[in-house]
């Protein structure tokens, strides 16, 4: 059960976590320097900046920061805006938004491509149904709401029930429901609500039948908790995050903890079952298994390995840990049924593998592989659904989804529509399971299936006023600097010239363990319809070729992701599927530390390059929001040989005066808790200073967090935004796009 809680964008954006004792705390870092006020320099304007853009930008002081590190002198001229409470900067970014948002809304195409936003995304949309206690549970939007409202209902012919709906829960539409969680039986349900769609949240406990919530069951600090329910229904096991102001930011995550609620009774006296780290890097899980068995405890290293451990239940009294498996460099997710262990790693096999252990003899030696690793395709999802291991694996980014007998022996395959993107979910003691597909031109669809008869069905079908079919999707492979052959998917208009006229939205991730695969992207058709091109590069760093894959683009390896993408971009030029004045760079959050290292490394290849919520400033990242569960995937400028590294392509620190960099749209939130929005208010007071290319703007998101606002106007505002500025530059260089080209 690897949740991964502090991933930079939850995927999910998003959203994407033991026992040991307490690690000492990192070194700190060497003293700066900081020039007294008298000794600051005046207020700046750009002097290299284009003259019309130079006299628009707000002004912008610098001071005489620097940092001696490791021998190297780091320039850290606009270290103030690090401070988002100070009036100053918020008097500075606010002028920043105000010249954005006027720009941004003067823009030819900005009007259109939001009414054509706002047809495709006020559609009536649904996820995956969880069964709990002959109920189902799901998300549903329809086309006039701009949240998704938590229903349930008795099977699938039953009436619906309306359990949440959030919009009701602000004027404005600030709060948000996040992770929820039903007990076994169907009758609680414990969720997460945050103001601003940040991640810190609150966890309440509600009952099904009447929609009563519960004035007792109030957990402050659950931004990382999610409700383990145990089989009696009447308690979980969660992470709870202290709410002590006095705890400084980046080390808060070192203080989480396991405990156990016991419905009914006050949360400041739960039970302490696993104690906090004291360490942020290191970030603890606990949970139960469905029959109330066995308790397990996870301590994760970052992404790249974690140690489990479990107890017995059964045994009252019982304090202590066995130990499955601890301090070896590689991932474990363990399930429990009918008193085995199953346990999905990747431990001597990068594309994963299954094995049975005995929780009698839970030690390395007795672990029985059931599943072996498979040298052409990556195990990308493990659980067990009606009694059987269904498994998703990932070839050449495409989903296949089989079931294996509790051997491990192939039981059938589950026929997909088409390649493309598949998730099966299910409970171990039913038979009927649900599982979502989609591609690039196939929206998204929810079928159930028998496990048993394999028969399946249609559940949901998400419709929009477009023609996905009329569009063609290629995947293309191309060679990245090294020699390492890396694959691109390519969604274009069937008569979409081959002559490098086409204007090309390029995007992608490329770090933590995460595979892009082809998903339904309703977003990009008005895009398409002008005639663009879209394509998705799956850089290394990703899990598409399992974890050798993700570790070529982690740590001091990390600019083999850079390299990727800019041979990437590369590729669609040879190819004559666009050209570098029509081409537009996208990412956020980790994808946005790409695009502003691409924009550094490589300002040439891109007309544009549109970077939201990203980490930019590599030696000081660390520091703020959950920076510090990060440095397993970037490394820490602690030490000495990863501030090197991260120094060696540290964006901020490498914007250099007078060059011509592409036109450059920066989108942070004002609630973004993860990653600090002072990365981007950094860099683009640099880039405004240095650039003698086009125009710098900064972009706020307001009452949202680091995944953005979770309003349906909110998104197509600003996908609206992205997609205007693109084609607006694109327009600068002559280029003749209709207003909405047929596929």
């Given at each position: 059960?690897?949740?991964?809680?502090?991933?930079?964008?939850?995927?999910?954006?998003?959203?994407?976590?033991?026992?040991?004792?307490?690690?000492?705390?990192?070194?700190?870092?060497?003293?700066?320097?900081?020039?007294?006020?008298?000794?600051?320099?005046?207020?700046?304007?750009?002097?290299?900046?284009?003259?019309?853009?130079?006299?628009?930008?707000?002004?912008?002081?610098?001071?005489?920061?620097r940092d001696t590190l490791f021998g190297t002198e780091v320039r850290d001229p606009y270290r103030w805006l690090e401070d988002g409470k100070s009036p100053e900067v918020q008097a500075w970014l606010a002028a920043q938004d105000k010249l954005a948002?006027?720009?941004?809304?003067?823009?030819?195409?900005?009007?259109?491509?939001?009414?054509?936003?706002?047809?495709?995304?006020?559609?009536?949309?649904?996820?995956?149904?969880?069964?709990?206690?002959?109920?189902?549970?799901?998300?549903?939007?329809?086309?006039?709401?701009?949240?998704?409202?938590?229903?349930?209902?008795?099977?699938?012919?039953?009436?619906?029930?309306?359990?949440?709906?959030?919009?009701?829960?602000?004027?404005?539409?600030?709060?948000?429901?996040?992770?929820?969680?039903?007990?076994?039986?169907?009758?609680?349900?414990?969720?997460?609500?945050?103001?601003?769609?940040?991640?810190?949240?609150?966890?309440?406990?509600?009952?099904?039948?009447?929609?009563?919530?519960?004035?007792?069951?109030?957990?402050?600090?659950?931004?990382?908790?999610?409700?383990?329910?145990?089989?009696?229904?009447?308690?979980?096991?969660?992470?709870?995050?202290?709410?002590?102001?006095?705890?400084?930011?980046?080390?808060?995550?070192?203080?989480?903890?396991?405990?156990?609620?016991?419905?009914?009774?006050?949360?400041?006296?739960?039970?302490?079952?696993?104690?906090?780290?004291?360490?942020?890097?290191?970030?603890?899980?606990?949970?139960?298994?469905?029959?109330?068995?066995?308790?397990?405890?996870?301590?994760?290293?970052?992404?790249?390995?974690?140690?489990?451990?479990?107890?017995?239940?059964?045994?009252?009294?019982?304090?202590?840990?066995?130990?499955?498996?601890?301090?070896?460099?590689?991932?474990?997710?363990?399930?429990?049924?009918?008193?085995?262990?199953?346990?999905?790693?990747?431990?001597?096999?990068?594309?994963?593998?299954?094995?049975?252990?005995?929780?009698?003899?839970?030690?390395?030696?007795?672990?029985?592989?059931?599943?072996?690793?498979?040298?052409?395709?990556?195990?990308?999802?493990?659980?067990?659904?009606?009694?059987?291991?269904?498994?998703?694996?990932?070839?050449?980014?495409?989903?296949?989804?089989?079931?294996?007998?509790?051997?491990?022996?192939?039981?059938?395959?589950?026929?997909?529509?088409?390649?493309?993107?598949?998730?099966?979910?299910?409970?171990?003691?039913?038979?009927?399971?649900?599982?979502?597909?989609?591609?690039?031109?196939?929206?998204?669809?929810i079928h159930s299936l028998s496990v048993k008869k394999g028969t399946d069905a249609v559940w949901f079908k998400l419709k929009v006023p477009a023609d996905p079919p009329s569009y063609v999707v290629e995947q293309i492979f191309f060679q990245s600097?090294?020699?390492?052959?890396?694959?691109?998917?390519?969604?274009?208009?069937?008569?979409?010239?081959?002559?490098?006229?086409?204007?090309?939205?390029?995007?992608?991730?490329?770090?933590?363990?995460?595979?892009?695969?082809?998903?339904?992207?309703?977003?990009?058709?008005?895009?398409?319809?002008?005639?663009?091109?879209?394509?998705?590069?799956?850089?290394?760093?990703?899990?598409?070729?399992?974890?050798?894959?993700?570790?070529?683009?982690?740590?001091?390896?990390?600019?083999?992701?850079?390299?990727?993408?800019?041979?990437?971009?590369?590729?669609?030029?040879?190819?004559?599927?666009?050209?570098?004045?029509r081409l537009v760079a996208f990412g956020a959050s980790n994808g946005g530390l790409l695009m502003g290292a691409v924009l550094t490394q490589r300002p040439d290849l891109f007309r544009a390059v549109i970077c939201a919520v990203p980490l930019l400033?590599?030696?000081?990242?660390?520091?703020?929001?959950?920076?510090?569960?990060?440095?397993?995937?970037?490394?820490?400028?602690?030490?000495?040989?990863?501030?090197?590294?991260?120094?060696?392509?540290?964006?901020?620190?490498?914007?250099?005066?007078?060059?011509?960099?592409?036109?450059?749209?920066?989108?942070?939130?004002?609630?973004?808790?993860?990653?600090?929005?002072?990365?981007?208010?950094?860099?683009?007071?640099?880039?405004?200073?240095?650039?003698?290319?086009?125009?710098?703007?900064?972009?706020?998101?307001?009452?949202?967090?680091?995944?953005?606002?979770?309003?349906?106007?909110?998104?197509?505002?600003?996908?609206?935004?992205?997609?205007?500025?693109?084609?607006?530059?694109?327009?600068?260089?002559?280029?003749?796009?209709?207003?909405?080209?047929?596929?």
């Amino acid at each position: 059960m690897i949740r991964r809680a502090a991933l930079p964008l939850s995927l999910a954006l998003l959203s994407l976590a033991a026992c040991g004792g307490a690690a000492p705390p990192a070194p700190p870092l060497p003293p700066v320097t900081t020039a007294p006020a008298a000794q600051l320099a005046p207020a700046a304007q750009p002097s290299a900046a284009l003259p019309q853009w130079a006299s628009l930008y707000p002004s912008t002081r610098t001071v005489d920061q620097r940092d001696t590190l490791f021998g190297t002198e780091v320039r850290d001229p606009y270290r103030w805006l690090e401070d988002g409470k100070s009036p100053e900067v918020q008097a500075w970014l606010a002028a920043q938004d105000k010249l954005a948002r006027a720009k941004l809304d003067a823009l030819p195409d900005r009007g259109a491509i939001l009414a054509r936003l706002k047809e495709l995304s006020y559609v009536n949309s649904q996820t995956t149904p969880v069964q709990r206690g002959g109920r189902l549970f799901y998300m549903r939007r329809t086309g006039t709401q701009e949240k998704s409202v938590l229903y349930f209902r008795t099977g699938k012919a039953g009436a619906e029930h309306l359990l949440i709906d959030p919009s009701t829960w602000s004027a404005d539409g600030s709060s948000s429901l996040h992770d929820w969680s039903v007990s076994w039986d169907g009758k609680r349900l414990a969720y997460k609500r945050s103001e601003n769609n940040s991640d810190e949240a609150t966890m309440y406990v509600m009952d099904v039948d009447t929609g009563k919530v519960s004035t007792i069951d109030v957990i402050p600090g659950a931004k990382y908790a999610y409700a383990s329910w145990l089989p009696t229904n009447d308690g979980f096991y969660y992470v709870r995050l202290p709410v002590d102001p006095s705890i400084p930011v980046d080390a808060r995550p070192g203080t989480r903890e396991v405990r156990f609620h016991k419905l009914g009774t006050d949360p400041a006296k739960d039970e302490l079952v696993h104690d906090k780290t004291g360490d942020p890097t290191l970030m603890i899980e606990g949970y139960v298994s469905r029959d109330g068995h066995w308790l397990f405890s996870e301590l994760d290293h970052g992404w790249r390995s974690n140690d489990l451990a479990f107890r017995d239940l059964r045994k009252p009294g019982s304090k202590g840990w066995t130990t499955i498996i601890q301090g070896t460099d590689a991932l474990y997710d363990v399930t429990a049924y009918k008193d085995r262990f199953y346990v999905h790693t990747n431990e001597g096999a990068p594309n994963w593998r299954v094995f049975e252990v005995d929780p009698a003899h839970p030690e390395r030696a007795s672990w029985k592989e059931i599943v072996a690793e498979r040298p052409d395709a990556t195990m990308d999802g493990f659980r067990i659904v009606g009694g059987t291991l269904a498994l998703t694996y990932i070839k050449d980014v495409t989903s296949r989804v089989e079931l294996h007998d509790l051997a491990g022996k192939l039981v059938r395959e589950v026929p997909l529509p088409a390649l493309g993107s598949a998730e099966l979910h299910g409970d171990a003691d039913q038979d009927e399971a649900f599982y979502s597909f989609e591609t690039y031109n196939y929206p998204s669809e929810i079928h159930s299936l028998s496990v048993k008869k394999g028969t399946d069905a249609v559940w949901f079908k998400l419709k929009v006023p477009a023609d996905p079919p009329s569009y063609v999707v290629e995947q293309i492979f191309f060679q990245s600097k090294d020699g390492t052959r890396v694959p691109m998917f390519v969604v274009r208009g069937k008569s979409t010239p081959r002559d490098g006229s086409a204007p090309a939205y390029l995007t992608g991730y490329g770090g933590f363990n995460s595979s892009e695969t082809p998903t339904f992207r309703k977003g990009i058709f008005p895009w398409l319809e002008r005639g663009g091109i879209y394509a998705v590069a799956n850089m290394r760093g990703g899990g598409e070729y399992g974890e050798g894959w993700h570790r070529a683009g982690m740590k001091h390896d990390k600019q083999h992701v850079f390299d990727d993408f800019e041979a990437a971009a590369e590729a669609l030029v040879k190819e004559k599927l666009t050209s570098a004045d029509r081409l537009v760079a996208f990412g956020a959050s980790n994808g946005g530390l790409l695009m502003g290292a691409v924009l550094t490394q490589r300002p040439d290849l891109f007309r544009a390059v549109i970077c939201a919520v990203p980490l930019l400033d590599m030696v000081r990242y660390q520091m703020s929001g959950s920076g510090r569960t990060w440095t397993s995937e970037y490394g820490s400028a602690d030490d000495e040989g990863d501030f090197r590294a991260l120094y060696a392509y540290s964006p901020v620190h490498h914007v250099t005066p007078g060059t011509p960099y592409p036109s450059v749209l920066m989108d942070t939130a004002d609630s973004d808790d993860r990653v600090d929005p002072m990365h981007a208010r950094k860099m683009a007071a640099e880039l405004q200073a240095a650039s003698s290319g086009g125009p710098v703007l900064l972009r706020v998101e307001h009452n949202s967090g680091h995944g953005g606002a979770d309003l349906v106007r909110a998104l197509v505002e600003r996908q609206a935004d992205w997609y205007a500025f693109a084609l607006s530059e694109i327009r600068k260089t002559g280029a003749t796009m209709g207003p909405a080209a047929a596929p």
